[in-house]
């Protein structure tokens, strides 16, 4: 296993990253964006009657006020992070949202009964401590979650969307399959996404039901210190590439049969991943925050740099 020092030195295994660290874009009303640092606190936006502040623990806090801004054309508040970002959002049923890297969250401004969000990315849920007895509502481009009282994580994109639950009861439904599937016990995980039914045939959604999964490892990302124990490479792989920002050129160059070991601090930069996949040996090529695995690319500077080495040492 790869250990790396630095900004992690001495971190328990299970620290998140703090709150006080939590750092988004905002979408005003004007189509101007609100950069929200670490150094910002008080009321930043006021959308009709709902009002965003940042506590000073870091908390981005959605609430109603009395109006003062006048009426809004936007139906929604848009909240995003890029590369290296998270952020906390606490709703105003009380259910708080930690925002993963490269990822929207979309809150509506209409007031109803039910709290209603639409994620793309990925995100941590905790809706234990809600306030509402209504439903709590998450929409993705594949299908919506809907809970009560419930800790869970969701990940979706245009092409899938994933649940895990660690505690309480979700139901996740599927848009085109018109299905609902129920889940209670922790560890159990939901995966809406399209298969290809057979050769040339066009991919058609399908809805997958697994127990028993590793809820704090997938929950990984969250952490200040993430470690990993024969984790399959492209898992690995997708889960750095949300963190640092980078792409792959085709995945599936990628091996499927590969495993890795490491541990990343998550203030450590790309050549730390880069190094812990070739220790893993995997070569690689980057060029311009591109990563391909694939044979067509392995005689670059990455690659050449690591096999120029081991040639000196065999010399």
Same mark, same amino acid.
């Given at each position: ?123 941590? %849920?905790? =809706? ?5 007895? @209504?439903? $709590?509502?998450? !929409? +993705? ?5 809907? /809970? ?5 994580? %969701?990940? =979706? ?5 994933? @649940?895990? $639950?660690?505690? !309480? +009861? ?5 848009? /085109? ?139």
């Amino acid at each position: 296993m790869l250990h790396l020092e630095g900004q992690c030195l001495g971190a328990a295994d299970d620290t998140e990253i703090p709150l006080i660290e939590s750092s988004c874009l905002l979408l005003a009303a004007d189509s101007t964006w609100i950069r929200v640092e670490q150094d910002t606190f008080g009321t930043l936006l006021q959308l009709g009657e709902l009002a965003v502040t940042r506590t000073g623990e870091g908390l981005l806090h959605i609430q109603r006020k009395p109006m003062a801004g006048g009426e809004t054309t936007l139906k929604s508040l848009n909240i995003y992070t890029a590369p290296r970002q998270q952020c906390v959002v606490e709703l105003e049923d009380g259910t708080r949202v930690r925002m993963n890297a490269q990822s929207q969250l979309s809150y509506s401004l209409r007031k109803g009964d039910s709290t209603v969000i639409y994620l793309k990315g990925e995100a941590y %849920v905790d =809706a234990n401590s809600r306030y509402s007895n @209504a439903p $709590l509502i998450i !929409g +993705t481009k594949k299908g919506k979650i809907t /809970s009560n009282r419930a800790d869970f994580l %969701v990940r =979706a994109d245009t092409s899938n969307m994933k @649940a895990m $639950l660690n505690d !309480g +009861t979700l139901e996740v439904y599927s848009y /085109s399959l018109n299905k609902v599937q129920s889940i209670a016990c922790p560890g159990d995980f939901v995966y809406v996404g399209a298969k290809y039914a057979g050769k040339n045939q066009q991919p058609r959604d399908t809805m997958t039901y697994v127990a028993n999964q590793d809820f704090k490892e997938a929950k990984m990302w969250a952490r200040k210190m993430r470690i990993y124990r024969n984790m399959p490479l492209w898992a690995f792989v997708d889960e750095m590439s949300r963190w640092e920002g980078f792409t792959i050129k085709r995945w599936e160059c990628i091996p499927k049969d590969k495993q890795i070991s490491a541990a990343i601090c998550y203030q450590s930069g790309k050549e730390e991943v880069y190094s812990a996949i070739r220790q893993a040996g995997v070569l690689l090529h980057e060029e311009k925050g591109m990563i391909s695995f694939c044979p067509e690319d392995k005689r670059d500077r990455v690659a050449m740099w690591h096999l120029n080495g081991y040639e000196r040492k065999l010399k």
